[in-house]
């Protein structure tokens, strides 16, 4: 009698130990998995809660929901940074160019340079610095951006607007009927543009919009490298040779005015190369 109770104690006690051993591998792993993540400046990690007792459930939900507040803060972060770098950058550039500009167009305008060896030269310093100014001019929009003006946006309606623009592409679309979030109609249209352009551009024959708590926008296009992931948001970063390299960095600032964050996810829709998600801050 005596001997099959220790010996079901024993099993017992092994199996709870074989358990707990390969639960607390399951924490060591969780704990690998955030610290990699964080030491990479990836904030977006999302670690299931199933199969932990309720503290550490409670605990990996925080840690879960701190990285997704950590992601929006340097976002942020970033906007408004590139925000001052640009606004010093364009006043600094144009405050060299000016004079420039108005000295080379004196000396055009001088019948002693007319006519001579010296005239051609000092039109392309000029038209150099004139076309460096209008450059530097069209990228003021990076800091002047003009004041969002939210309003009751339909979203149903706003993404059959939108799709009526690229007629060419397929749709599928998760928007139910009277769906309605709070923006700047305008502004968030030209988000989407901008993130579609950006589709189509790589390939894109196929556009998915979901709206639900958030707004993801994935498209069949080419996958983002992942060496280029990290810098697509930056102001003026483009990998095409006639990008501009402002549309996304200018669509996240926009978003940003409006209470809310553009981000890429890491893992897009399934079905999709490339996912962009837009959620309340």
Known sequence: ?????????????????????????????????????????????????????????????????MGQDINRLVAQNEVESWQRLT???????????????????AYLDS?????????EGIRAIHDTSTSLAAFVDSYRKMTQLQEPN???VDMYEFVASVRSLYPDLQWSIAVRPSCIITADENLLRQVFINIIKNAVEAGAKTIDIRVDKSIYISNDGQPIPVDVRREIFIPFFTTK?????????????????????????????????????????
């Not at 704990?31 to 503290?55: C, Q, S, W």
């Not at 606004?87 to 167009?105: C, F, G, K, Y």
């Open 241 to 281: 040779s006639t990008g501009s390299g402002i549309g996304l960095a200018l669509s996240r600032q926009v978003m940003m005015m409006q209470g809310m964050t553009l981000t890429l996810a890491d893992t897009p829709v399934s079905g999709f190369h490339v996912t962009f998600v837009i959620q309340r801050l």
């Open 111 to 119: 019948p002693k340079i007319q006519g001579t060896p010296y005239e």
């Open 1 to 65: 009698m005596w001997i099959a109770v220790i010996i079901v104690v024993a099993v017992a006690i092994i199996v709870f130990g074989v358990w707990f051993y390969h639960h607390q591998c399951l924490l060591r792993d969780r704990a690998y998995l955030m610290h990699e993540a964080i030491k990479n400046r990836d904030f977006t990690f999302h670690l299931p809660v199933k199969g932990l007792f309720f503290g550490e459930s409670a605990l990996q939900q925080t840690l879960n929901e």
């Open 87 to 105: 606004r010093v950058l364009t006043h600094e550039i144009m405050n060299a160019t000016t004079p420039i500009q108005s000295i080379s167009q």
């Open 150 to 152: 939210p309003t009751d």
